[in-house]
């Protein structure tokens, strides 16, 4: 069984820096794109930043130039650098792995910031 470890997510400082990973454990292989999205209290989640495999990386333009997406596939690992981070940053973010025709989610880590 696939399941996919969130970790790196707590409180932190407006303006500050954080780094999410995102592992997979289990068997899994030839896995396509990788992801982050979020959700914000009373809010729907959204789309946060998407690598291929291939390392084409995509943003949402909340943050773009300040998010980095990268990627280890030797150890099916997600990494979401998240820099000058905002308030409006605070979220729960879950990771995903898309592996045709299946798609992994990871259970959630949070991002409080405080002002």
């Known amino acids: 069984q696939v399941q996919l470890v969130e970790s790196g997510g707590g409180l932190v400082q407006a303006g500050g820096s954080l780094r999410l990973s995102c592992a997979a454990s289990?068997?899994?292989?030839?896995?396509?794109?990788m992801g982050w999205y979020r959700q914000a209290p009373g809010k729907q989640r959204e789309w946060v930043a998407t690598i291929t495999y291939r390392s084409s990386q995509l943003y949402a333009d909340s943050v773009k130039g300040r998010f980095t997406i990268s990627r280890d596939n030797a150890k099916n690992t997600v990494y979401l650098q998240m820099n000058s981070l905002k308030p409006e940053d605070t979220a729960v973010y879950y990771c995903?792995?898309?592996?045709?025709?299946?798609?992994?989610w990871g259970q959630g880590t949070q991002v409080p910031l405080s002002s």
């Open positions: 289990g068997s899994i292989f030839n896995i396509n794109a």
């Open positions: 995903q792995f898309s592996v045709p025709p299946n798609r992994y």
